[in-house]
């Protein structure tokens, strides 16, 4: 500001360049998830945050964005069925999420929930603050040692949910409301397990083309199906 009302020369900052650290984002891994979602728990509040976080697991929602869902945010996509469409309240970016059965599951277990009901939206709300304090003792009860947050589960969808079963990155970036691919590549650098699955596949390609080459060829896509099969 006083650079542009002339209070100084010059802009004193015009050679700093501002560094920007990647931190690897947390996630749940398969086990970690499928832990949960088998776990049954004693007291209703831990079970309703249970399942807030599983819809955003296999949603990529974040807390803001799931909490205030409503049924006119259902409606039937391109392939008749059911999607989720809203506008994230982050960036105001239009998402569409079709709807897995494990969502579509906890939306009809709640749909007459009374506290649903009287705010009109397809849960019963509840504080930020209280969820990822009762997340710790779910945590806790499923010997899960990571800081378990409620946006870790938007990570999770990111990475175990969709990244690692296949789903392009483009598709991903879509569904999770990215301005930038860039933003969604961030997820990708930590997934090892898929880094390894497309050099197999990749190895195998480049085996079936040595094929024409002879004897050395078909030795290599004989190793390579080994391993996979190994694997």
Not at 50 to 62: E, N, P, R, V, W
Not at 92 to 106: A, G, H, M, S, Y
Not at 163 to 191: C, D, F
């Amino acid at each position: 500001m006083a650079y542009k009302m002339e209070w100084l020369a010059k802009d004193p900052f015009v050679k700093f360049k501002p560094t920007y650290v990647r931190n690897e984002r947390e996630y749940l891994s398969e086990l970690e998830l499928q832990g949960i979602i088998e776990k049954q728990f004693g007291m209703e509040r831990l079970n309703l945050v249970k399942d807030l976080f599983i819809f955003a697991c296999y949603t990529g929602l974040s807390y803001i964005d799931l909490i205030q869902l409503k049924m006119d945010n259902i409606s039937l996509g391109i392939d008749g069925n059911y999607w989720i469409v809203t506008n994230r309240q982050k960036t105001n970016n239009r998402v569409k999420i079709p709807l897995l059965d494990i969502p579509q599951q906890l939306i009809d277990k709640y749909r007459d929930h009374p506290k649903s009901v009287s705010h009109g939206t397809l849960f019963p709300k509840m504080s930020n603050q209280k969820l990822n304090s009762y997340l710790k003792e779910i945590a806790d009860l499923c010997g899960i040692t990571k800081n378990l947050t409620f946006h870790i589960a938007r990570h999770t969808f990111a990475t175990t949910v969709t990244l690692s079963n296949g789903v392009p990155i483009e598709t991903v970036s879509k569904l999770l409301g990215h301005t930038k691919l860039s933003t969604t590549q961030i997820y990708a650098r930590v997934i090892e397990r898929k880094v390894c699955e497309d050099m197999i596949k990749l190895k195998l390609v480049l085996a079936e083309k040595s094929i024409k080459d002879g004897k050395m060829g078909i030795w290599i896509m004989d190793n390579m199906i080994e391993k996979k099969v190994n694997l």
